[in-house]
Each structure stands twice: as structure tokens, then as C-alpha cells.
């Protein structure tokens, strides 16, 4: 019985706790009313302070009348004030400010009826004094309240939450770390309680922000969180170094420590905002590079009111490239792929926020027909050239069609570039193509062979001027079939992690650093340059699978397995950006370099791809990566079945 009964006790308890913490606001009139009921307190205690003083009120009206006058004045400025509007468990210093002018405000207005009754009547209706000290009761009455609301609703019914919290500690010090702290505080309902900040530097005048402390990063950043005994970390800081910062992901993803970040905010007083883009930490963050400083001038000089073409519009790169290039006004802009329902997705998506003229094309680039029409309609002057086939294994088993894309669509663009006098085609090319091991690599550096000669011909024999610029890079984080989204789909599906060897190693870069890059190259380029990018360091693949296995909240090989399954047709333990005999020259942008390759010439390498396009015609595999590897002496098949042809 006594069990039942502490049962019950129990029940009734968290029954009125449930109730008393999901009250609503209070309506405004109960509000409106306490303030009232403060204002006559406020006199009541204004009149037992000045009857025990030598002050003598004026007979000129009865006590009640004056209460009357001055409530009756003050509920006036509150409704002009609105100062009982406020939600007061949430009041503000605005609030305060309010509640200041409103009572002010009385005393003004009550001031102003003593001395014009004086001027008329000849006597005074209130003492002085005693509006002043009503005008200073009031305020402090009517602030306190809602202080004392305030600190009960913060202090004992938060406490009462406070173990669903999830703590937090902020990594920086900054403006936008406090603002960022400002926010989880204030935000409702809260997820998140603050305990510390970490600051890099190890001396740090003031000892805490916000009543939380500051600790000195100067000991492994686990037993920081350990000793604050959280569990969250947010990077905050954008100016952390970038080994500092791969340091600290390691140390946390060891110990289980979940990383969050804040992207750029734009608006950084906008609490809600600030709160709502807390993300988890990804691996793309780990990419986190300084920003890229574009020549914008330049850029712009290259596309604004210009028609702009884009192939493969709707592939990751191409829609990048779209976006970016949209930011320099060109007149018109065409988006051209063979996919209709990613092209239909990006249009809409663009059409919602550019005013600038969208026009969609579904079209191959392998049609030349097709493509002559479209150069005579719309008369482009700057062309994107990033319509490819790019899958290494698909392109092993359909060399074919690698041929058809990668060279035939590449130099029916170029070749239309030329007879319709564009300004400038810019091709997205690959590492790959770089001592290619693949049918895919091979193809793409044909085709670089093909521009670069072009260029060279044209100039040498002054008949245009198209000026062709030719940019490689690695992997891009994110694009379509990229190594990250498919380890984010096998995480999601519980795993395995499938990758092709222990050693693999790839260069990598994000989106729209890429992207920018390329914008960058097509503007400084004079013409028959190959760019190649600063890709960083390059990144272990398993290591990546790892990291990325962590920051989904698991432990690798056993709550998601890593499975080994060997090296692709063509796939290279690591990518190269030049080749052997290549030199490279700086540009302005450090980032940037020009790849010094042997030229070849244009009537022999344009001679050696149309009989490898009449090759492909047959569909016979092993004819045409034969007559590859003649074009391309360098190109040496791993892992194939045309390793045969080398021999």
C-alpha cells in the first residue's frame, strides 16, 4: 500500500510538473491587468514614503482622485507603448526600453497637468517629489516583475530540463562564435546547453563570455570536453588551420565526440537562423581550404551581356558552372544536355531566382547537325564544354561510346566554335588524362590533344579568333558518382563500405571551388593552354571511409564494415596532373598553374581521330583502344582487358 501510494505521489507530481511547464503565454489583458495592480502598489508605496516625511500633500484633490489621475494616465502609455505586449518569460532589453518610456512618459504628462493646472487655476494638483518617486517605484516595480519572471522561468523550470540538454562547447572565440552562443541560448525550445569555449590562443585576458569559461587549447581537446563533461563540439572558428582543424576532427571522431559546424552566415543577428544552420559536421568540411579570391573584373568583362553556352548543363560540374557563371549577368544563358529531367530540375530551380533569359536544350553533342543549329539560332560567344562521359569502368566496357562523347563531341563543339566565331571554349578535362590507364582518361586527353593543336593551327595560320582553354582536375567531392555520395548511401544502408584497395590515394576538391576555378581559367586564358588546379594534398580512400563511417555516429569495421574488393579495369592506385615530360608555369592565381605539354600537329592528330571515330563506327573494342594507344603512346591499360595491346 505505501508503494502504491508513493506511486500515485509520483504520478500527481510529474502530472502538475507536465502541466506547469507546457503552460501557454499569458494573455495580455492578465498582463495588462498586473501592471496595473504594480502601478497602484507603486502609490500606495509613493504615499506611506511621503507621509512620513515633512512633505504635505495639496488639498487641491483627495488621494483617490489623484490615484485615479495618475493610473489613469499611465494605462494610457501603456497602451501607446504596448508595454504589456511582451512575452515575459522572454523579455527583453527592448521590453525594458518600453516599460522606461511608457512610465516616463506619465511623468512627463502628469508634470506638464501640474504646472498648467498651477498657470490657470493657480494651485498645484501633485507634489513634485512625489511624481518623481511614483515615475521611479513604478518602473523598478514593473521591471522586477518581469525580471523575477524571467529568472524563475530560466532558473527553476529550465533546471528541471536541464538533463535533455545535450551540452555543447564552442570551439572559438570570435564575434560570430558569441553570436552563435547568444543563439543556442535563446533558442526555443532549446536543444543545446552551453558549457565552455575553447580559444587556439594559450593567453586569454578574459577568463569567461557569457558566464561560461574559457579553456585554453593548449591539451588534447578530449580532455577538455571530458573535463566540461560534454559530448558536442562545434567548430566555429574560421580561421582555424587547416592541420589544427584535421587534428581535432581525428581526436574527436576517435573518442565519439560529435563534431557540428556552422556554414557562413550571412545574417549573423538573426538568432533563428544562426541555430537552424547548426549542421553535423561533414567530411566536405574537412576540405575547407581558404576561400578562392576570383580576378571578378576580369570574369565579368569575359561574360557579362554575353550569350553563354554550357554542355552537360545538367551534371554536377555543368549546373555549377551555370550557377556561377549566372552571378556575371550574361545576356543569355544556354543550358545544353541530353537528360531531360536533371535539365528540367535545374531550369526551374534557376527560373525562381534569375531574372536573366534561360533557355533549355535537349541535345547530344555527338550530333553535329544538331549542334550547328543550335551555334546559327543563338550565336554563343563563350563556350563550357563539360559534357562527358566520365565512369572509368562503364567507359573499360564501352570504349565506343567513350569515343563518340569525349572526342567526336568534343571536336564538333571546337569545330563549331571556330566557323561561328565564338570568343572563347573553355573544355573541363580530368587528371585522368594524365599517363591514362583507362579507356576514359585516354579519350579525355584525345580530345585535349585535339583543342590544344586547333589553337595552335588557327593562330599559326591567323584564320580565328576563338581562344581555346583546356582545365584539369581531380575528383570533385559531391559530383555525381563520387566516391562520397556512395559511401553516404552504403552508411545509410548500414554498410558495407566497398573500396577497390588499402592504398588508393585521390586528389580532391569541392564543387564550387572547382567550378570557380574554371571560370578563373577561361578568363586569363590567351589561348591553347591546358590549366591544372592546386588539388591539395591527396586523401587515402580509406581514411575517408573511415572518417565518414565516425561522423555518422559509428564505429568502423564494427558497427559498419570496410570491405576491400579490389582494383577496377583501369583504375590507378593515385592520379597524376602532369605527365612526366611536363613543365608547368605559374599564373597570377596561385592556385592555378599552366601545363607545358607536347604539342602536336594539327593535320596528323585531326587525320589520326577521324579514322578513330570511322574505327569506333564498327563497334569493334579492341580496334579502337589499339588505335587509342597509337594517338596516345603513354596510355598504358591497368587492370584490363586491353593490357594485351601494350605488350
Not at 86 to 99: A, C
Not at 412 to 418: C, P, S, T
Not at 586 to 601: S, Y
Amino acid at each position: 500500500m505505501p508503494e502504491n501510494t508513493s506511486n500515485n505521489q509520483s504520478v500527481s507530481s510529474s502530472f502538475l510538473k507536465n502541466k506547469f511547464l507546457n503552460l501557454g503565454y499569458l494573455p495580455r489583458w492578465v498582463i495588462f491587468s498586473i501592471d496595473i495592480a504594480i502601478v497602484l502598489f507603486a502609490n500606495l508605496v509613493t504615499y506611506l514614503i511621503v507621509s512620513n516625511l515633512t512633505f504635505k500633500y495639496y488639498d487641491t484633490a483627495s488621494v483617490f482622485q489623484r490615484t485615479f489621475i495618475i493610473v489613469f494616465t499611465q494605462i494610457f502609455f501603456f497602451f501607446v507603448f504596448k508595454s504589456y505586449a511582451g512575452i515575459i518569460r522572454h523579455s527583453t532589453l527592448n521590453d525594458g526600453f518600453n516599460l522606461f518610456k511608457s512610465t516616463f512618459s506619465t511623468f512627463l504628462a502628469l508634470a506638464i497637468l501640474n504646472y498648467a493646472h498651477f498657470y490657470w487655476v493657480g494651485s498645484k494638483i501633485f507634489l513634485m517629489p512625489a511624481l518623481v518617486l511614483t515615475f521611479l517605484i513604478s518602473f523598478i516595480f514593473l521591471l522586477s516583475f518581469r525580471i523575477a519572471v524571467k529568472i524563475i522561468y530560466q532558473v527553476y523550470i529550465e533546471a528541471s530540463q536541464v538533463s535533455s540538454y545535450q551540452k555543447v562547447v564552442i570551439y572559438g572565440t570570435d564575434s560570430h562564435a558569441i553570436a552563435l552562443a547568444n543563439a543556442i541560448n535563446a533558442e526555443q525550445p532549446r536543444k543545446y546547453r552551453l558549457v565552455g569555449f575553447v580559444d587556439k590562443y594559450k593567453n586569454k585576458a578574459t577568463k569567461t563570455i557569457l558566464d561560461v569559461p574559457i579553456l585554453s587549447h593548449d591539451k588534447s581537446i578530449v580532455k577538455i570536453l571530458d573535463a566540461l563533461n560534454a559530448k558536442n563540439l562545434i567548430i566555429a572558428d574560421r580561421n582555424i588551420p587547416n592541420k589544427l582543424q584535421l587534428l581535432i576532427v581525428d581526436q574527436c571522431l576517435e573518442h565519439n565526440i560529435k563534431l557540428l559546424t556552422v556554414p557562413v552566415v550571412a545574417d549573423w543577428n538573426n538568432q533563428k537562423r544562426i541555430t537552424k544552420s547548426i549542421k553535423t559536421f561533414e567530411i566536405l568540411d574537412l576540405l575547407d581550404r581558404k576561400p578562392i579570391v576570383l580576378d571578378n573584373t576580369k570574369i565579368s568583362n569575359q561574360l557579362t551581356d554575353k550569350i553563354v553556352l554550357i554542355t552537360g548543363a545538367a551534371g554536377s560540374i555543368g549546373s555549377e558552372i551555370v550557377r556561377q557563371v549566372l552571378a556575371f549577368k550574361p545576356r543569355k544563358i544556354l543550358v545544353l544536355d541530353q537528360a531531360e529531367t536533371p535539365l528540367y530540375q535545374l531550369v526551374l530551380e534557376l527560373e525562381k531566382v534569375i531574372a536573366i533569359e534561360i533557355v533549355s536544350l535537349i541535345a547530344d553533342v555527338r550530333d553535329k547537325e544538331q549542334m550547328r543549329k543550335i551555334f546559327e539560332k543563338y550565336q554563343p560567344q563563350f563556350v563550357f564544354h563539360a559534357a562527358a562521359y566520365k565512369h572509368v569502368p562503364l567507359m573499360e566496357e564501352n570504349p565506343t561510346q567513350a569515343i563518340y562523347t569525349n572526342v567526336l563531341g568534343t571536336k564538333n563543339m571546337a569545330d563549331l566554335a571556330v566557323k561561328f566565331k565564338v570568343e572563347r571554349f573553355v573544355m573541363v578535362s580530368t587528371d585522368k588524362a594524365v599517363n591514362p590507364s583507362n579507356v576514359m582518361g585516354a579519350s579525355k586527353r584525345i580530345a585535349e590533344k585535339y583543342v590544344q593543336s586547333l589553337s595552335a593551327y588557327l593562330e599559326q595560320m591567323k584564320e580565328s579568333s576563338t581562344k581555346f582553354i583546356t582545365t584539369r582536375f581531380g575528383n570533385v567531392l559531391g559530383s555525381n558518382g563520387s566516391v562520397v555520395p556512395l559511401f553516404t548511401k552504403q552508411i545509410n544502408e548500414g554498410g558495407p563500405l566497398t573500396i577497390t584497395h588499402p592504398d588508393i590515394i585521390r586528389y580532391f576538391m569541392t564543387i564550387p571551388e572547382a567550378c570557380q576555378l574554371v571560370l578563373e581559367a577561361g578568363a586569363m586564358g590567351n589561348g591553347g593552354e591546358i590549366y591544372i588546379f592546386d588539388m591539395g594534398k591527396p586523401v587515402k580512400i580509406i581514411d575517408l571511409a573511415e572518417k565518414m563511417i565516425r561522423l555518422a555516429g559509428y564505429v568502423p569495421n564494427e558497427d559498419i564494415e570496410i570491405k576491400v574488393v579490389g582494383l577496377r579495369p583501369g583504375e590507378k592506385l593515385y592520379e597524376e596532373l602532369l605527365n612526366d615530360a611536363a613543365k608547368t608555369l605559374p599564373t597570377h592565381h596561385e592556385k592555378i598553374m599552366i601545363a607545358k605539354d607536347e604539342l602536336e600537329d594539327y593535320i596528323s592528330i585531326s587525320t589520326e581521330i577521324d579514322e578513330l571515330i570511322e574505327i569506333a563506327k564498327d563497334k569493334k573494342p579492341h580496334e579502337v583502344v589499339a588505335k587509342m594507344k597509337i594517338i596516345v603512346p603513354e596510355f598504358v591499360s591497368l587492370n584490363s582487358e586491353y593490357q594485351s595491346l601494350d605488350n
